[in-house]
Each structure stands twice: as C-alpha cells, then as structure tokens.
C-alpha cells in the first residue's frame, strides 16, 4: 500500500509530500504556507482521504478487502473448497491427478469425486481422464510458476499471489509484460512478495460483474497481467477500462484475502485445534 500522499491545502494551494500513519488515522493538519487548519470532510476520516493524492493506508486495506470479497463470491466452485483445496495441492507436486487420487485423500466416492470435477468450468483434463490444470496447472501460460522445484503456471496474474498463501509455500514467478514483452520476475513468499523485477511492476486485476454460473476462465483471468510500468499498463487499460491496477504489494495483500474467503473451510480443517 502507499504510505506517501501529496496533501494540498485547499485553501492556499501549498501541497506538501507526507507519510501517512499506516495504523490510524491523522484528523488534524496545519498548513505550513497559510497556517490554516485542515480536517476531514464529513464522510472522511482523515485528512489525507479529504485532501491527499492517495486516501490513507487503513481505507486502502479497506478497498482491498472489498474487492476480495466480491473477487472470492464471484468465482466458480465456491461450495467445493475442500475439494479444490485438495486439488490444488495435488497440482502443486507437478504431476497428472487422477479422481481416485482424490477421493482417497478426501475418503469421498470416487465417481462423487468424479462427477463434481465435472461441474466445475474450465477443468484442464488430460486424455487419460487425470486433471492436469485449474488456475494452477501443468500447461505452459504465459505466467511460469516454480514451487519446490516443480514447474507450473497459473491462469492469470493474480493466481501467483494466491497460491503461495493457500499451499503454504514460496513460488517464483517468471512472466512477461504482454505491451513491451519484458520479462517479469518475482519471488512470492506466503505472507509477502521476497523481490520483483523490474521495480516499476504492476499488475491488473479484474473484478467480474456476472455471476457464478457466467464466472469463467475466459472472463477472469484473461484480463489479469503483469506490466513493466503503470505508464505501460496504462495503455493496456484505455481498451480495458475494467481492468485495475494494483503494486505487486498490493496484489499480494488481495490474493491472501482471496484465499482466505475462498478456502476458508478447507484451511480451517487443517489448522491443528
């Protein structure tokens, strides 16, 4: 999240460069230039969301958390957590996964198992009837994904900041901007983004206006890249208005509420009572 904001003093003009508290929120601001006193404007609750370049650090996490919630309520399999879970984590040890591999480490019927897998869009199968791709997968993308030295890729952008929270594990990510084609690289542990490069990197992410049943591949993650600037990514987003653009920092802050919305209940089992 960004800690500097440019506050301006409306009434003088004189605008000053100033870190923002990250855990509260400043209801109080002398102007420098004309000493005039500036507080927030009702329905604000600081200065720097009344008068700042960038609202304060509390209501950033605020937005985040909003599109993570309508992002998790959106996506397909919503009341399969378990078993995506289960999924996944079968994915991330880079081979082929059968149904009845699945059944057995959820004590499910394997035709249940089967069947459910069935429902769920956009389900990579493979000829021999073992699931090779679901946002994680074994098929080349454009977003490479290493995870204990087991080479994935992930269906969009944003999957590389989910993934690490929900397996518990530190990815490296290699992509490339789709405007300038730079290559783009990242190291994303569970709980923070380790390195990217280059510096200037962002990432866009959609948050779908259709419901579940509409809610696929093709309209989500379609739209979710890496660009080697925001002044790149700018260009991409005139013809893609839908599209936010989010810092790497940021993007991790979303995909770890993702995950906890998303498989909540599947985590919860795991964590010891």
Known sequence: MQEVSVLTCPSCGHAESLAMPTDACQVYYRCPACNAVLRPQAGDCCVFCS??????????????????????????????????????????????????????????????????????????????????????????????????????????ALDAFIYPSVLGSTAYIESRCPVTSEPITLTVEPDKVATFSPESAVVSVFVPQIDEKTCNRQNFCSRGHFFSSRDVAQMWQQEHPEGQLLSPDDAHILGRLIAAYRHRNGLEQDTPS
Request: net charge neutral; aromatic share 8%; glycine share 4%.
């Open 51 to 156: 008068y700042g370049s960038v609202p304060c650090p509390p209501i950033q996490y605020e937005v985040l958390e909003q599109r993570a919630t309508s992002i998790a309520a959106r996506l397909c399999s919503k009341n399969n957590e378990t078993l995506c879970l289960a999924l996944l984590r079968r994915l991330a040890q880079g081979q082929p996964v059968s149904p009845a591999q699945l059944a057995a480490d959820l004590a499910r019927p394997e035709r249940d198992v089967y069947e459910t897998l069935r429902q769920v869009p956009d389900v990579e199968w493979d000829a021999a009837g073992n699931v090779v791709g679901w946002g994680l997968s074994l098929r080349p993308t454009t977003h490479r994904f290493l995870l204990n030295s087991h080479r994935l890729y992930t269906w969009c």
